[in-house]
């Protein structure tokens, strides 16, 4: 470990590799420790180590998006191609770490993926033509499109079938589509008949 004085070299790469390179790997190169890169890197104003104009985290993502944690990690990222990398941050912490190009890249070529209606303007920065288009559709969209279903609105939705109700009228109800509706039947009966 080195001692306390930081020469011009140490700041400049300190500087110029947070939120780019792992803490570890900071720590590594200037053969410090990891709270003491931490504590100058903070001294510095430095500001998160995520770096907020080129790196987010998945949890940033999902509050950005206004959709849970899992499924940016579980079906974004490991199933869907988001790129990302995990990245080892103070005392050892894991967090998954999303270049804000390739959010925004990956945001507009999955737009079926998620509903517009829960980013506020400007969130990803700016609002590019292909946003600006989408808040437009989703807008004609059912109110809950996306949203989970709980177990109340499972029972429910399976009295209002058994009473005879028409799915136009129970996707009226809901705020959903049709389809989503007839999928969401069709699977509960799957699972009462397993």
């Known amino acids: 470990m080195r001692g306390n004085t930081w020469t011009q070299h140490e700041l400049n790469y300190l500087e110029n590799s947070w939120g780019i390179k792992t803490l570890s790997k900071i720590a590594k190169s200037l053969k410090r420790?990891?709270?003491?890169?931490?504590?100058?890197?903070?001294?510095?104003?430095?500001?998160?180590?995520?770096?907020?104009?080129?790196?987010?985290?998945?949890?940033?993502?999902?509050?950005?998006?206004?959709?849970?944690?899992?499924?940016?990690?579980?079906?974004?990222?490991?199933?869907?191609?988001?790129?990302?990398?995990?990245?080892e941050m103070l005392l050892g912490k894991k967090f998954w770490m999303i270049k804000h190009s390739d959010m925004i890249n990956w945001l507009e070529n999955n737009q079926e993926k998620f509903d517009?209606?829960?980013?506020?303007?400007?969130?990803?920065?700016?609002?590019?033509?292909?946003?600006?288009?989408?808040?437009k559709k989703d807008k004609l969209l059912p109110k809950n499109r996306f949203k989970k279903w709980n177990k109340m609105e499972n029972d429910l939705l399976m009295i209002c079938q058994d009473k005879g109700m028409k799915q136009k009228e129970i996707a009226e109800m809901f705020g959903r589509s049709v389809n989503s509706i007839g999928r969401k039947i069709n699977r509960l009966k799957r699972k009462q008949n397993v």
């Not at 990222?77 to 990302?84: E, R």
């Not at 517009?116 to 808040?135: C, D, H, M, T, V």
């Open 33 to 87: 420790s990891k709270v003491g890169v931490f504590i100058k890197a903070k001294r510095l104003k430095l500001g998160a180590s995520t770096r907020a104009d080129e790196f987010m985290t998945a949890r940033q993502a999902s509050l950005m998006l206004g959709i849970n944690d899992s499924q940016v990690v579980l079906r974004w990222i490991k199933l869907k191609g988001l790129p990302a990398k995990k990245r």
């Open 116 to 135: 517009s209606r829960k980013i506020e303007f400007y969130a990803l920065g700016s609002e590019p033509n292909w946003l600006q288009e989408k808040r």
